[in-house]
Each structure stands twice: as structure tokens, then as C-alpha cells.
């Protein structure tokens, strides 16, 4: 990885996307509420939305595999809902590799526990987002939760030089709010700037000129909640690509009401001022995403090198098969077609 690349692109990857006919990162299945993380499982296990794999965050390797860091929810004692029950369920972040962006292998042990990421024994940390630090080694900001997901979460970080053994950072990188789904960008020498949800406002941004250590909120919101109806619940989880020619490109899921979320997109010239897409990029329907498209990110093709490169999106997706909508939560991928109108190339899974 490099801090100048990390979530910078060749080209924008546009609002037409089609999604491809496979799971990326299989749920565990209901029997194995205490998974080995390097598991594998049939597909025919009975899943019913008890674990889930979500926040996908995909990174280069520099030797032809990607590394993609995740969220993996399970029981906690005396809440055997699990992920159906999120506020009483527990977290991790994992990861699994690929050669080709499709067959990801999960790797051995846990990248970051609820206990090791400051959330106590049985809290969550979720939604990881690893950057390169322009003095060596990796940074991952993550969204760190010990309670119900209403009485506030923060932003804190850990720091790593290989990638998988990682130690947390002392003290929170942006707290004082109810904050989630980080996503950091380096604009040059020490300074930083991170965007994350607030819950009740939409997506807002903060400035650090330490390195990325110390946040200070930036005037305004960037993306408001309610402005479209997609997004009349809640607006969240940023993925924020700086284009090569020096635009921006915002994807962010949307929910319309508790049982249905998509993902939208914006543009912007300065990362600041953000002009909404009027329609979703991707729409719930399928099999595995039959409820909700939430939160994703975007990594570059490797076999479409260059300014005309294509992209693949990875995000959580559910399939409502469980009460209220709820269901089994997995991450799966749709691939880019070209910056035409979203609505000619939406196919289900």
C-alpha cells in the first residue's frame, strides 16, 4: 500500500454498476456461533441472519492479492438473536485474501477483538478502514460501539506493520457525537481528513493536521440525511474516492425506512460541496440483497489497468428473510459498466 493511492483512482467509476452472481464473504452458519476465523461452510448450512459478515474494506497488496478487512457478527452470552438483535450482538474484524477479486481465502486469526479495540469484553468494532502512513505501516480507523448502537459510538484507530497483528492507538480520533463508518483520506504531508456518519445529521467531515491524529469537525455537513427519498432515514457510511483529474467521487448507502437501504452516490470538485446522484447506483432485489445494499467499498480491477480502468464494489447485503426485514447479512459485489444511467444496467443476483 501507498498513502498517496490509498482511495485515489484513475478514473470515476461512474453510477452504472451490475452485480455479480457470488458471495464474496459467506455468514457463518447458525450451528457455529463461535467460528473459527479462517472457517469455511457449506452453502447449504442453515443461515437465518443469527452471524453476519458486513463493512467490507478492500486493500492492494502490491504483489497481485488484495487483503479485504470485515466485520463478522455473532451471539453474545445471553443473546442468542445474534446480528437479528444487533445491539446485543458482539463483533470483530477479520480479513481474507484474493488473487483475482472474486475467491477470497479467509486468514488465520482475529485482526482486531471488541477487547483489544477499546469496546470492552462483548461491544463492537465495525466498519474498518485501513490507510498507508507516509512514514511506514498501516492505520486502521474503525467505528468502536460498547453498547446499544443509539447511546453513541466513536472513532479510535490501530495502528499495524504487517497488516495483521495490530495494536490500538491511545485515545479517540473523533468522539464527543455519535459517529460510525469512518473513511480517511491523506491531502498532503501531515494533514488528514476523515469523514464518518453522525447519527441524526448524515455525513460530516473532520480535519487533522497531526498525522491523523487528533480530529477537529469541519464546519457544515457534507452528505444530510432526508434530502432524498432513499435516504429519509438515515444517510452513512462514506466511501470517498479522490479522482486522478482531481474530483471526488462519494458512494453512501441510504435507508428509506428500517427494512430497506441502497447505495448512492454524489460528486464533488473540493470534497466538501457535494452534489447528489437523484437516483440509487445500487437497489435492493435480489437473492442476497432482496432488503438492503449498505455499506461498500470500491477497489480498481486489476486485469483494467489505466484511465478507461473498470472497478468492482463490495458491500453488505441483506436478504430480509428474518422478522422486520431482518436476515442474513453477507458481502457480495457488483462490478462497474461504464458512466452511464445506473437504471439501463441494475440486474439481481
Known amino acids: 500500500m501507498d498513502t498517496a493511492s490509498t482511495h485515489v483512482v484513475c478514473s470515476d467509476p461512474g453510477i452504472a454498476w451490475k452485480k455479480d452472481a457470488v458471495v464474496a464473504i459467506e455468514a457463518p452458519p447458525d450451528i457455529d456461533v463461535d467460528p473459527d476465523p479462517a472457517a469455511v461452510w457449506p452453502d447449504t448450512d442453515s443461515r437465518t441472519g443469527i452471524c453476519g459478515a458486513v463493512t467490507p474494506n478492500v486493500v492492494d ?11 463478522q457478527i455473532v451471539p453474545r452470552d445471553g443473546f442468542p438473536e445474534g446480528a437479528n438483535d444487533y445491539d446485543h450482538a458482539t463483533t470483530r474484524i477479520l480479513s481474507s485474501v484474493s488473487w483475482d477479486l472474486v475467491a477470497w481465502t479467509p ?22 478502514d485501513v490507510v498507508a502512513l507516509p512514514a511506514g505501516g498501516l492505520r486502521m480507523y474503525y467505528e468502536c460501539c460498547r453498547g446499544a448502537q443509539l447511546e453513541g459510538a466513536t472513532i479510535r484507530s490501530a495502528q499495524s506493520a504487517d497488516g495483521l497483528t495490530w495494536f490500538r492507538e491511545e485515545g479517540y ?3 464527543g457525537g455519535n459517529y460510525s463508518a469512518p473513511c480517511a483520506l491523506w491531502t498532503g504531508g501531515e494533514t488528514w481528513r476523515l469523514y464518518c456518519s453522525e447519527c441524526g445529521v448524515g455525513i460530516v467531515s473532520a480535519l487533522s493536521e497531526d498525522g491523523g491524529l487528533t480530529f477537529e469537525r469541519e464546519p457544515g455537513v457534507r452528505i444530510r440525511t432526508g434530502e432524498l427519498p432513499e435516504e429519509m432515514l438515515t444517510a452513512f457510511a462514506p466511501e470517498v474516492l479522490r479522482i486522478a483529474s482531481g474530483n471526488y467521487r462519494l458512494y453512501y448507502a441510504g435507508y428509506s425506512d428500517k427494512t430497506r437501504a441502497s447505495i448512492l452516490a454524489a460528486e464533488s470538485e473540493d470534497g466538501l460541496a457535494w452534489r447528489k446522484v437523484p437516483d440509487p447506483v445500487v437497489v435492493p432485489g435480489g437473492r442476497f440483497d432482496a432488503a438492503k445494499c449498505s455499506e461498500m467499498c470500491v477497489v480498481a480491477l486489476p486485469t483494467s489497468p489505466g484511465p478507461a480502468g473498470r472497478y468492482r464494489m463490495f458491500y453488505e447485503a441483506c436478504d430480509g428473510t428474518a422478522l422486520d426485514r431482518r436476515g442474513v447479512w453477507r ?4 462490478t462497474s459498466v461504464g458512466n452511464k444511467d445506473s437504471a439501463d444496467h441494475r440486474e439481481t443476483l
Open 61 to 71: 497488496l502490491g504483489d497481485g492479492r488484495h487483503r479485504m478487512y470485515y466485520t
Open 107 to 128: 486468514e488465520p486469526g482475529v485482526r482486531l477483538s471488541p477487547r483489544d479495540g477499546g469496546a470492552g469484553k462483548v461491544g463492537r468494532v465495525v466498519s474498518p
Open 173 to 175: 480520533r473523533l468522539e
Open 331 to 334: 458481502i457480495v459485489s457488483a
